[in-house]
């Protein structure tokens, strides 16, 4: 872990603020056009990467306070762990429904 700088840590929040709305966005536009199912997997995918980026923001902070403990460090790591294997569940459930659908919209227009 690199020691605290308030900079960095706007540009890096900000960027991950940026890409949970557009994911959100993203999601909102299949809850509205897309059948239920994918809907429902665009949802999920969109709150897993609203979730991962918790640990980040959460060890930044911690950082702004001082070095981070072998302890911190350890918990961090593992709750990245986790969220990051979420979104690849989700991600894993949502583009193959996604695809579908589209193929089957596709093979409507012809």
Do not use: W
Not at 23 to 46: I, K, S
Not at 58 to 73: A, F, H, R, T, V
Request: a negative charge; aromatic letters at 4%; hydrophobic letters at 40%.
């Amino acid at each position: 872990m690199e020691p605290f700088d308030q900079h960095r840590y706007d540009i890096r929040r900000g960027a991950a603020i940026d890409a949970v709305r557009a994911t959100r966005r993203a999601a909102d536009a299949v809850q509205l056009e897309g059948p239920a199912d994918v809907a429902q997997a665009a949802d999920e995918y969109a709150k897993a990467i609203d979730l991962n980026i918790e640990p980040s923001i959460e060890s930044l902070m911690q950082l702004s306070k001082g070095p981070l403990s072998e302890e911190q460090q350890e918990r961090y790591h593992s709750a990245a762990a986790e969220r990051n294997a979420l979104v690849e569940r989700c991600q894993q459930r949502f583009v193959p429904l996604a695809r579908q659908a589209l193929d089957e919209l596709m093979n409507d227009v012809d």
